[in-house]
């Protein structure tokens, strides 16, 4: 049985940074599409930063620049690190890796 588990949220001023990890347990087919959603109060879950089948890199266009995605295939773990932190970041971060998700993890940016 896959499993994600999410750590690294957190409260954070404004203009700092966090980094998000998100372990993968369980016999799991390292291509597999993965990245990470959030979800604000009130608002739609959003895809914040992906890679796709084929090992490309996605970003909304809102965290561009300031987000970056990587993984380690060895420790099948993958990461979001996350700078120059806005307000607006505000949101429950979730992880996912195919059809599988994380449980999520807070991330509060204060003004």
């Known amino acids: 049985q896959v499993q994600l588990v999410e750590s690294g949220g957190g409260l954070v001023q404004a203009g700092g940074s966090l980094r998000l990890s998100c372990a993968a347990s369980?016999?799991?087919?390292?291509?597999?599409?993965m990245g990470w959603y959030r979800q604000a109060p009130g608002k739609q879950r959003e895809l914040v930063a992906a890679?796709?089948?084929?090992?490309?890199?996605n970003y909304a266009d809102s965290v561009k620049g300031r987000f970056t995605i990587s993984r380690d295939n060895a420790k099948n773990t993958m990461y979001l690190q996350m700078n120059s932190l806005k307000s607006e970041d505000t949101a429950v971060y979730y992880c996912?890796?195919?059809?599988?998700w994380g449980q999520g993890t807070q991330v509060t940016v204060s003004s």
């Open positions: 996912f890796r195919g059809n599988y």
């Open positions: 369980g016999s799991i087919f390292s291509m597999l599409p």
């Open positions: 890679f796709t089948r084929h090992g490309n890199t």
